[in-house]
């Protein structure tokens, strides 16, 4: 069992910056592949970034250039700086850990944290 704990969320001027952080419990961290979704009000959870074990990156186009996900597998840590904040940069934002249990693909969810950006 993974428990995440997000953190860094709040209220913001457009342009601004924030840095989220998500917290794991366990000892396997450095396996998991982690990331970051986020769900506006009235819409989908939608992907903002993820980070494999190895370090490989992947970003949602619409916010490539502008935030940045790393990890720390010795602090088991992962977090999502966010520069150049957009007012539609509004939503919940989740951390996520990817394994596998029974042989199928699985995610823990953290609790969220919500970011507001305004204009």
């Known amino acids: 069992q993974v428990q995440l704990v997000e953190s860094g969320g709040g209220l913001v001027q457009a342009g601004g910056s924030l840095r989220l952080s998500c917290a794991a419990s366990?000892?396997?961290?450095?396996?998991?592949?982690m990331g970051w979704y986020r769900q506006a009000p009235e819409k989908q959870r939608a992907l903002v970034a993820t980070?494999?074990?190895?370090?490989?990156?992947n970003y949602a186009d619409s916010v490539k250039g502008r935030f940045t996900i790393s990890r720390d597998n010795a602090k088991n840590t992962v977090s999502l700086q966010m520069n150049s904040l957009k007012p539609e940069d509004t939503a919940v934002y989740y951390c996520?850990?990817?394994?596998?249990?029974?042989?199928?693909?699985?995610?823990?969810w953290g609790q969220g944290t919500q970011v507001t950006v305004s204009s």
């Open positions: 996520t850990a990817g394994t596998v249990r029974g042989g199928q693909p699985y995610n823990y």
């Open positions: 980070i494999a074990n190895g370090g490989g990156t």
């Open positions: 366990g000892n396997v961290f450095s396996t998991y592949s």
